[in-house]
């Protein structure tokens, strides 16, 4: 099930369909398919992804009244494929992309979902086709949710976890000091089915953590000769509170980010290497994608 969008233009625009299709081969970041009639977006941070196919003009006379009988527009057969049942974020992501897109082609957009015109190409206002997302999929989501099973996350977390994964790449490359930008978790807890967020933390490595559920930590010291590894989850929390000393508020657009310098003393190395573990994240639970949670739940 998705939502689906069909480009046109105004009959007195000379563009024409092979340079739709050479601006989306240029502009589209992520494009993942080497077919040269389709482009896919799929983001490996925030796990975001969507379609934009160049169709066959259609030849069945029922199809060609739905999205050819329009007096003053040119069906370019370029349609936006956008799945239902996932986080509001697959919206932040996609439609300032698909907005760019129809702006600087000067396109217009049949929205057959549009309960209020939908039988004609139109330009929307800003945000109107995010909000227009946004409402079929948490009322599809919440018509499904009990058949379907589905993973529930809180949208103020999700919406978090994906304005950092958004941004992290680019975090982490803007640093002029050795900093590590640990990148988010998503594990269901076998416990009580919860899903739970977390980050890693290798060996008191300096680093720059976003808030989490959870800890993953890994821990490296000598015993009797060898080198020991232990890996598990503690509380994100109880670490800051550990280390309340250690860990600084870190200055970016993205909120509530911690710091923690390693300074090299032999007194955090003792001090993390004492952090009492909890379960290792496979005893915890399974992972979780980023498009297989959703916002809401009856």
């Not at 494929?81 to 697959?90: D, E, K, T």
């Not at 190409?121 to 589905?150: C, M, S």
């Amino acid at each position: 099930m998705s939502f689906d969008l069909y480009f046109y233009k105004r009959k007195d625009n000379p563009l024409t369909a092979e340079q739709v299709a050479a601006y989306l081969t240029k502009n589209l970041a992520y494009n993942i398919s080497d077919h040269e009639r389709q482009w896919n977006y799929e983001n490996p941070e925030t796990g975001v992804y969507f379609l934009i196919d160049w169709n066959t003009p259609e030849d069945d006379p029922e199809e060609v009244e739905i999205f050819d009988g329009f007096a003053d527009y040119q069906n370019l057969n370029f349609s936006c494929s956008i799945n239902f049942f996932r986080p509001r974020f697959f919206a932040y992501e996609i439609f300032p992309i698909i907005e760019k897109f129809i702006n600087d082609l000067d396109l217009f957009v049949l929205d057959l979902q549009d309960s209020a015109e939908p039988n004609s190409p139109k330009k929307f206002p800003a945000r109107y086709l995010q909000d227009e997302w946004i409402r079929h999929n948490d009322g599809v989501t919440l018509d499904h949710f009990a058949r379907l099973n589905f993973e529930y996350l809180p949208v103020e977390k999700s919406d978090y976890l994906w304005q950092f994964q958004f941004q992290r790449d680019s975090l982490q490359n803007s640093l002029t000091e050795d900093l590590f930008v640990s990148g988010y978790f998503v594990l269901k807890s076998k416990e009580d089915g919860q899903l739970y967020t977390a980050c890693v933390w290798p060996v008191h490595i300096s680093i720059i953590l976003p808030p989490v559920d959870f800890l993953i930590v890994k821990k490296e010291y000598k015993k009797l000769f060898r080198t020991v590894t232990e890996v598990g989850l503690v509380d994100y929390d109880m670490v800051l509170s550990e280390f309340a000393d250690e860990f600084e508020d870190y200055p970016h657009e993205i909120p509530n980010l911690k710091v923690f310098r390693n300074t090299g003393a032999d007194k955090i190395k003792k001090r993390f290497n004492a952090l009492k573990l909890g379960k290792t994240a496979t005893e915890f639970g399974s992972g979780v994608s980023f498009d297989s949670f959703v916002n809401v739940k009856p």
